[in-house]
């Protein structure tokens, strides 16, 4: 009986943080197709920077696909220009501000 309840919660470990994630992706498409793509976008972002801080507290599960290292600063840059992105839709005057740093 014990030898089940500890298989249990192995398999229960190993998805971690993983369908909290995955609703808000699917919550951040959704409102990306029916509300607005600026908003979809942001909340899109926002899960995948929420992974990067569960991942960076050892909330691996099926989050962890690489090193701890490599999964935190490829799922924070990925957050962050999806966040980015979805700010930038629109509006021209912060558009203008971010390109004129790449211009010489």
């Known amino acids: 009986m014990s030898d089940q309840l500890g298989d249990q919660g192995t398999e229960r470990e190993s998805w971690g943080p993983y369908p909290l994630i995955l609703a808000g992706a699917v919550i951040g ?11 979809g976008g ?48 629109e509006n021209n005057a912060l558009k203008a501000i971010i390109l004129s740093l790449f211009d010489r």
Do not use: H
């Open 29 to 39: 498409v959704l409102v990306m197709f029916f509300v607005d793509p600026r908003w």
């Open 42 to 89: 942001f909340v899109l972002g926002a899960a995948v920077m929420v992974a990067a801080a569960l991942r960076f507290a050892g909330y691996g599960g099926q989050l962890s696909v690489r090193s701890k290292g490599i999964d935190v600063v490829t799922l924070a840059v990925f957050g962050f220009v999806l966040v980015l992105t979805s700010l930038l839709l």
